[in-house]
Structure formats: structure tokens, C-alpha cells
């Protein structure tokens, strides 16, 4: 009968995938995030929205 230990190294390359694969996506998604703002805070500048500007650029210093 096989043994299946908790802190088997087939178990630890398997964690250690998963954290890469989550760190990878939070990663895209961040870089999406900041690209789509920096669009977003050029539209607020060419129609002159401050109100907007200014909340853009918070959110967007608040995850750089």
C-alpha cells in the first residue's frame, strides 16, 4: 500500500505550482488593472473631469 505523506515532495512541487500559477494570474490581473486606469485617467484628462482624474489616480497609486 502506498503511503501519501503530507510533506511529500510530489505534494510540495504541487503547492509550490499552485502559488506560482496564483502569483502569475494576481500578476496579469495587477498589469490589466494599471493599463485600464492609465487609459481611463487619459479620457478624464481629455475631457477635462477632475473629479475623475483625481479618483483614478488614487486607485491607481494605491496598487502600484
Not at 505550482?17 to 495587477?30: G, S, V
Not at 487619459?42 to 473629479?51: F, G, I, T, V, Y
Amino acid at each position: 500500500m502506498e503511503k501519501h505523506l503530507l510533506n511529500s515532495p510530489e505534494q510540495l512541487d504541487e503547492n509550490m505550482d499552485e502559488i506560482l500559477a496564483e502569483q502569475f494570474l494576481n500578476n496579469a490581473l495587477q498589469t490589466f488593472r494599471k493599463e485600464q486606469l492609465k487609459s481611463l485617467i487619459d479620457h478624464a484628462l481629455m475631457e477635462r473631469n477632475k473629479d475623475e482624474f483625481m479618483r483614478l489616480t488614487q486607485e491607481l497609486k494605491s496598487i502600484s
